[in-house]
Antibody
Framework: EVQLVQSGAEVKKPGESLKISCKGSGYSFTSYWIGWVRQMPGKGLEWMGIIYPGDSDTRYSPSFQGQVTISADKSISTAYLQWSSLKASDTAMYYC?????????????WGQGTLVTVSS | DIQMTQSPSSLSASVGDRVTITCRASQSISSYLNWYQQKPGKAPKLLIYAASSLQSGVPSRFSGSGSGTDFTLTISSLQPEDFATYYCQQSYSTAYSFGQGTKLEIK
C-alpha cells in the first residue's frame, strides 16, 4: 500500500527555523517526484515545488524560490521542506504528494498534512 | 506562469443534480489538466487526470473534458458525499498551478 506519512504539527516563533518531513512507503521512492503544496487557513492550494529523489532534481515555484528548501534522503525514503527563518505568514497546512516521473504529472497520493503555526 | 481560473467560485446544488465546474488556463496546456476533491480537514484526492482520465476507484459519475485552455468537470448525479471543494491543476509547465477552487454546497 502506497503511503506518505508526514511529521507532526509544529508551533514556532517568527525567525525560528523548521524542517518538516514526508516518508514514503509501499513504492519505489526514487521513481516518483515528491511535491509540496501549501494551504493557508481557509484558502486554496498552492504548488510550492517538487523533488525527484532519484537524482535530487528540484523545481520551485517562483513564489517560493528562496523562501523554502526542498530536499530528500533516498536512503530513508523521506522528503523534507525547510525554512531558515519563519514568518507569521508561513502559518499553513503543508501537504506532500507524489507524482509519476513521466506523463501527466498528477498528484495521485497525498500525505495527511503538517500544520505549521508561527506566532510570537 | 500559467494562471488557472475556475468558475463558479461556489455553487449550491441538490442531491441528484447534474453539476458542471469550469476551469480556464491563461495559455494552452494541451490535456495537462487534473481535478481534485477536498473535504474539510482532509488532504485533496485525485479525481481526473489528463483532462478526462478517471482515477482508479473514483465513481463514474465524475467526468472531465476539454483541451487547450478550457476544461470542465461534470458530476452527473450529485451524491451527499460529493459536497466538497474542487480544484483544477495544470501540469503542463512548472509551477503546476491550481485554480482557486469551487466550493460545492448543499442547496
Amino acid at each position: 500500500e502506497v503511503q506518505l506519512v508526514q511529521s507532526g504539527a509544529e508551533v514556532k516563533k517568527p525567525g525560528e527555523s523548521l524542517k518538516i518531513s514526508c516518508k514514503g512507503s509501499g513504492y519505489s521512492f526514487t521513481s516518483y517526484w515528491i511535491g509540496w503544496v501549501r494551504q493557508m487557513p481557509g484558502k486554496g492550494l498552492e504548488w510550492m515545488g517538487i523533488i525527484y529523489p532519484g537524482d535530487s532534481d528540484t523545481r520551485y515555484s517562483p513564489s517560493f524560490q528562496g523562501q523554502v528548501t526542498i530536499s530528500a534522503d533516498k536512503s530513508i525514503s523521506t522528503a523534507y521542506l525547510q525554512w531558515s527563518s519563519l514568518k507569521a505568514s508561513d502559518t499553513a497546512m503543508y501537504y506532500c504528494a507524489r507524482h509519476p516521473r513521466d506523463g501527466y504529472n498528477f498528484f495521485d497520493y497525498w500525505g495527511q498534512g503538517t500544520l505549521v503555526t508561527v506566532s510570537s | 506562469d500559467i494562471q488557472m481560473t475556475q468558475s463558479p467560485s461556489s455553487l449550491s446544488a441538490s442531491v441528484g443534480d447534474r453539476v458542471t465546474i469550469t476551469c480556464r488556463a491563461s495559455q494552452s496546456i494541451s490535456s495537462y489538466l487534473n481535478w481534485y476533491q477536498q473535504k474539510p480537514g482532509k488532504a485533496p484526492k485525485l479525481l481526473i487526470y489528463a483532462a478526462s482520465s478517471l482515477q482508479s476507484g473514483v465513481p463514474s459519475r465524475f467526468s472531465g473534458s476539454g483541451s487547450g485552455t478550457d476544461f470542465t468537470l461534470t458530476i452527473s448525479s450529485l451524491q451527499p458525499e460529493d459536497f466538497a471543494t474542487y480544484y483544477c491543476q495544470q501540469s503542463y509547465s512548472t509551477a503546476y498551478s491550481f485554480g482557486q477552487g469551487t466550493k460545492l454546497e448543499i442547496k
